[in-house]
């Protein structure tokens, strides 16, 4: 156990739901806590902060933060907070990496299931009000049997792997080091091997944060070591895959399909290629929302009060020097 630490105000960024915030005062009781949805009103709180949950500070936030030390991130992604500023201010940051695995990992399933069963076809031939039951064979699949590759094992990837396994699935998993193999994983390969087993992969689901170690990962090579016909998921963020490369593998067969929760840039333009092949379920960023997200969240806001105030290490610390 470290040093205690002095944690007087909280500064909450966004109408976090009352219920919640009251559960804080009661647990936390010599603590201030102000809700700042407004930007003036933030602005205003912001130099009497000691700590700040929200989606980060830009710098010139942390030019006038000048008591804060500890920002608690909305979501998992850190990639549009790490500044150069952040960095050299020493401030603690942490994220709520591990509250959307639930809820993102279903939403992985419903894409492969519903290309496998055909669904953006059916969708389709409802909205035409055509009976679409003239191919009902062509393209079907069962995903018993086949091979989903997991890049990023993660609380979602982990997640993943947990769902998929009992439909029958061999799951693959790919991460940074070398580790464990967790449960619903059949074995695991670290990064750098990511081409040996994309030949192997009926599905590859992306779980990875964007750093500069993943963007542009899936480049055209990549994306074209691929198996023939196989399918490609991501909602990490859009950078980590070329997108051009995308279209094309998808237009020209080498992909069967991509379920994109996001896209580079977002929103996607209303001109861009992907909105129109029939093989493409874009779900505009939205794998993240779930009516159970402060349920799981305000768990790991209580601890990591808890946490600073016993001087202990806190959940989710973000590593500055990685981005995640």
């Known amino acids: 156990m470290g040093e205690p630490r002095t944690l007087q105000t909280l500064l909450i960024r966004f109408p976090l739901e009352e219920r919640f915030v009251q559960r804080l005062r009661e647990r936390f009781p010599d603590l201030t806590i102000h809700v700042a949805a407004e930007d003036q009103e933030f602005r205003e709180l912001l130099p009497h902060a000691d700590a700040i949950v929200g989606w980060g500070a830009n710098p010139d936030d942390l030019a006038i933060a000048s008591r804060l030390r500890w920002i608690q991130t909305v979501g998992a992604g850190v990639d549009g907070i790490i500044t150069p500023e952040l960095v050299a201010s020493g401030i603690l940051l942490t994220n709520n990496s591990g509250v959307h695995a639930p809820n993102i990992a279903e939403h992985l399933m419903a894409l492969m299931l519903a290309f496998a069963r055909r669904l953006p076809h059916h969708v389709r031939s409802q909205d035409t009000h055509t009976w679409g039951r003239e191919s009902w064979g062509s393209g079907v699949f069962e995903l018993n049997g086949q091979t989903l590759l997991v890049v990023g094992l993660g609380d979602i990837g982990q997640a993943l792997a947990k769902r998929a396994a009992p439909f029958g699935m061999n799951v693959i998993g790919v991460r940074r080091r070398e580790g464990p193999i967790p ?38 090579a990549t994306i074209y070591g691929m198996k023939s016909g196989s399918f490609l998921y991501n909602i990490g963020r859009g950078a980590i895959v070329d997108q051009l490369a995308l279209i094309d593998a998808l237009s020209d067969g080498r992909l069967g399909g991509a379920g994109l929760d996001v896209t580079e840039p977002e929103p996607l333009p209303s001109d861009s290629a992907l909105w129109d092949l029939k093989n493409v379920i874009i779900t505009s960023h939205t794998s993240g929302v779930t009516p159970n997200y402060w349920d799981r969240a305000i768990l790991i806001l209580e601890s990591n009060i808890d946490r600073f105030l016993s001087g202990n290490e806190l959940l989710n610390v973000v590593d500055l020097a990685a981005g995640y």
Do not use: N
């Not at 009926?202 to 899936?218: E, K, N, S, Y």
């Open 183 to 220: 449960e619903g994983v059949s074995r695991v390969v670290t990064q750098d091997s990511l081409a040996s087993v994309l030949p192997d992969a009926d599905h590859v689901a992306i779980c990875l944060p964007l750093t500069p170690g993943t963007q542009g990962l899936f480049d055209r």
